[in-house]
């Protein structure tokens, strides 16, 4: 009999600007855990789930679209936390529109709680689910979903 090869499924994990910076200051708002530790909780609970994982942080809109329209070729799902662009970046709502894959979005803080500015995200009504305010658990905890969604 003919056994079919079962791939894991790639999942894409972008990262915005400044939270190359996580760790290092203002834990009051973001926790004391490093973008290393939450690459680190991802890896882990990815391999837990079968999942093969992509994790990356840019400073640059322009570096996250075209990783977003890549993933068309090399993910089965998006996890992003867009950071301030989440609240700015049409291009980035456009991108994730394009690829059509599964997204699921992730802030650390609780935005509806913070600045007014930040309580839109143009990446919500893209993600089939969004997850704030529940810190570094937030990623796993999308990767479980991600993760529910793709069997
Ligand atoms: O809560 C989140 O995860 C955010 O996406 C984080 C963004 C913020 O602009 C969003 O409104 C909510 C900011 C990430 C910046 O991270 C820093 C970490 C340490 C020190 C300064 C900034």
């Known amino acids: 009999m003919h056994k079919a090869m079962i791939m894991a499924k790639r999942v894409l994990v972008l990262n915005g600007p400044n939270l190359n910076l996580l760790g290092t200051r203002e834990p009051g708002t973001y926790g004391s855990e490093t973008l290393k530790d939450i690459e680190n909780l991802c890896k882990k609970t990815a391999d837990d789930l079968g999942l093969a994982l992509d994790f990356r942080q840019s400073n640059y809109e ?25 609240h700015t ?8 529109r394009a690829v059509a894959l599964p997204v699921a979005e992730v802030h650390l803080s609780n935005i509806h709680q913070r600045e007014a500015f930040r309580h839109h995200s143009y990446v919500s009504s893209v993600a089939f689910g969004v997850i704030c305010g529940f810190g570094a658990l937030g990623y796993k905890l999308a990767l479980e979903a991600l993760a529910q969604k793709l069997n």
Not at 89 to 96: G, K, M, N, T
């Open 62 to 86: 322009g570096e996250l679209v075209t990783w977003i329209q890549d993933a068309r070729n090399t993910a089965d799902a998006i996890l992003i936390n867009p950071a301030a662009y989440s």
């Open 89 to 96: 970046s049409v291009a980035i709502h456009d991108a994730l």
